[in-house]
């Protein structure tokens, strides 16, 4: 069973940056972040794959940036210039799935707790 641990939420204000991070328990080949706020569906973030491509929700590109540290088993949200719609609770997800799968795919094996996100205005 992987696991995974979210830390870095916090509270901030519209235009600020957090950084999240996900420790996992072991190398996962397709990582991603998702997030859900109260009343609404759950939404891709992002998605990293294991030859490093990336995806981005369409509501985030180009302020957000996913990465991962290999060595530390760690996946990072980089979140810039955050807006009140932002708000959410942010779920770390890992799978085995292939770069295609990984860039697509949202049902994913393995999930962390989640780290709460507010930005006020």
């Known amino acids: 069973q992987v696991q995974l641990v979210e830390s870095g939420g916090g509270s901030v204000q519209a235009g600020g940056s957090l950084r999240l991070s996900c420790a996992a328990s072991?190398?996962?080949?397709?990582m991603a972040w998702f997030r859900q706020a109260p009343g609404k569906e759950r939404e891709r973030v992002a998605a990293i794959a294991e030859d490093g491509s990336t995806h981005y929700a369409a509501s985030v590109k180009g302020r957000f940036t996913i990465s991962e540290d290999n060595a530390k088993n760690t996946l990072y949200l980089q979140m810039n210039n955050l807006k009140p719609e932002d708000t959410a609770m942010y779920y770390c997800?890992?799978?085995?799935?292939?770069?295609?799968?990984?860039?697509?795919?949202?049902?994913?094996?393995?999930w962390g707790q989640g780290t709460q996100v507010t930005v006020s205005s």
């Open positions: 072991e190398y996962q080949y397709c």
């Open positions: 997800a890992a799978d085995q799935w292939g770069p295609r799968l990984c860039l697509l795919q949202d049902e994913f094996s393995y």
